[in-house]
């Protein structure tokens, strides 16, 4: 009987399996947006920029006549599980969704790559900061920023949506724990050369004003496919020690009832005898 129980838990063995763990699919949107503008250096500009975000280089500010702007945009990861002891979380996709509402100050005789814009999305290793204070002065990752995607965005199609790629920072905020993610949309005009500026060798003319604008969170009222949003897959996998525990209980659970059966049959041919 003792090697029928082995051969029965090892046949057991052979057979435990674990069920599948689908991807599930989260929509997270911007908890909080701005755009910080080299031509205002010194003042936050979330209330001129409240429903219009920008990216690119503008005019009019003091004392700066001409000047970059960025676009800082934090997400909050909390509806996204945590990993622990007995659960990783691996990140499948992560794209970030932009409405694309505009270009400006784009001389309109110029064609070719004149109303084309270079968009790059970076990530920023800090999420401490705040829309209705932080200004271009003050802004974070002024120039770490770790650039995840970027894409030709072409003035003539406007308004139109658009997406870039993060999975990476938002497998790396994930696995770390981190509460916040933030990422940085920057916006570069391309002039008239006939380079493909992908292949990285760009053209040799001196970059010109122009910039995109964006519908920021607060058009919320124009429906969620207009406001900053990630849409995130993931899965949820055992860890090496839950897939050790399950298979553990597995096998107890096995032998306990082989030994409960092996009970049974004896009292039943005692009872027979």
């Not at 964006?214 to 969620?224: K, L």
Request: hydrophobic residues 40%.
């Amino acid at each position: 009987m003792n090697r029928f129980l082995a051969s029965c838990v090892g046949a057991m063995l052979v057979t435990v399996s674990h069920p599948a763990h689908p991807s599930k699919t989260l929509v997270v949107r911007a908890e909080q947006d701005m755009t910080v503008s080299e031509t205002h250096p010194n003042t936050a500009q979330n209330e001129t920029t409240k429903h219009t975000l920008s990216a690119g280089i503008g005019r009019g500010g003091r004392p700066v006549r001409e000047g970059r702007s960025r676009t800082y945009v934090r997400f909050d990861l909390g509806a996204l599980p945590k990993p622990n002891a007995l659960q990783s979380v691996s990140i499948d996709t992560a794209t970030l969704h932009l409405f694309v509402l505009a270009h400006a100050l784009t001389p309109q005789n110029q064609h070719f790559m004149g109303k084309r814009y270079l968009v790059s999305v970076g990530s920023c290793r800090s999420s401490d900061w705040s829309e209705s204070t932080m200004s271009w002065e003050t802004r974070l990752c002024a120039d770490e920023w770790v650039s995840l995607d970027t894409k030709i965005v072409d003035g003539d199609s406007l308004p139109a949506p658009h997406t870039w790629n993060v999975t990476e920072e938002f497998e790396r905020a994930v696995s770390a724990g981190l509460p916040h993610a933030t990422l940085i949309v920057d916006a570069q005009r391309l002039l008239n050369c006939s380079r493909d500026p992908l292949e990285g060798r760009g053209c040799p003319d001196v970059e010109r004003v122009g910039f995109l604008r964006f519908a920021s969170r607060e058009r919320v009222d124009f429906g969620i496919s207009v406001v900053p949003r990630v849409v995130v897959s993931y899965s949820k996998l055992p860890t090496s020690l839950m897939t050790y525990l399950t298979s553990t209980l597995a096998v107890l659970s096995a032998i306990a009832m082989l030994v409960g059966l092996y009970g049974a049959i004896r009292g039943l041919r005692k009872r027979k005898g």
